[in-house]
């Protein structure tokens, strides 16, 4: 990780309905990290200690944040409180650097909104009808989009072209593929899939994409009314990430919910020009 970089996770809660129409369980969403290459020194050197402090304590190479939340596999025998402690601790490795995130949603209300920008049915192996691979070629443009911006302020912080990382799922470790575009910004122009536990950036990537997704299905499942314990250490971690394309809204426990949620989703559609609620097909 000691030089420049873009680390790519992907998440979401399929098969889990929230019951909220902007929550469909079948979308699709992919979290970027950027490292830039001036803290891609400090920001290897602060992951190495974080995860030889969790290898020895826990006996795990890589951190897999959802398995951590949830208290499985090698985590069932974890108090709660050591593993808030976890979250806790990887959001102020984030937060020391302020490392700057992308974060990209698609469902099939995503297509519906701009029926304009219809894809084609395939872009090289890319399957255009296919959300996840659309999630992340959106993903792509939008991350390279923020990195211009960044390096016209900064150029000496972003040693262009970065390789970009994703974690195997799409193509399984070790492969890569060729992406459409984006070559000043991304090496080869090409998506190269790893394993997480050979590459501590995509533990980062991990971290931020279930915290982002977790945040938003609080938001969207819970009652008005006190945070519990759980939400408070998600929603905490939440706020201390760099988060270049979503919005931080502060919130009143009493008045923080389903509701609430959706009147902040439903207004920015229509600052956006869309309908209220989400499209769905006739």
């Known amino acids: 990780m000691a030089e420049g970089a873009i680390y790519v996770d992907d998440s979401g809660n399929p098969g889990a309905e929230s019951g909220s129409e902007f929550l469909p369980s079948a979308r699709k969403s992919w979290t970027a990290v950027i490292v830039p290459s001036v803290v891609a020194d400090r920001v290897e050197k602060g992951m190495r200690i974080f995860l030889d402090g969790v290898r020895g304590d826990f006996g795990v190479d890589e951190l897999h944040f959802t398995e951590i939340y949830s ?67 959106m993903l792509c443009s939008q991350t390279s989009q923020h990195i211009r911006t960044m390096r016209a302020r900064s150029p000496n912080d972003f040693d262009l072209p970065f390789p970009l990382y994703v974690d195997q799922g799409i193509l399984g470790a070790g492969r890569d593929r060729e992406l459409p575009n984006w070559q000043d910004v991304i090496e080869g122009p090409t998506a190269r899939f790893r394993d997480s536990a050979d590459l501590p950036g995509l533990q980062l990537a991990d971290f931020a994409a279930f915290v982002i997704n977790r945040s938003q299905w609080i938001a969207a499942t819970r009652k008005a009314g006190p945070i519990d314990k759980a939400e408070e ?17 502060r919130v009143v426990p009493d008045k923080f919910g389903r509701e609430s949620y959706e009147e902040a989703l439903s207004a920015d559609r229509v600052a956006k020009g869309l309908t209220p609620r989400p499209l769905k097909r006739p």
């Open 71 to 137: 208290g499985k596999k090698r985590w069932a025998s974890v108090s709660v409180d050591r593993r808030a402690e976890i979250f806790n601790l990887m959001a102020r490795v984030m937060a020391a650097v302020s490392l700057p995130i992308v974060h990209q949603s698609v469902s099939e209300f995503t297509m519906l909104d701009h029926p304009e920008r219809a894809f084609p049915a395939q872009s090289g192996d890319w399957n255009l009808k296919n959300l996840s691979h659309v999630g992340l070629l």
């Open 233 to 249: 250490v998600i929603l905490r971690a939440g706020s201390g990430v760099n988060i270049l394309n979503l919005p931080f809204h």
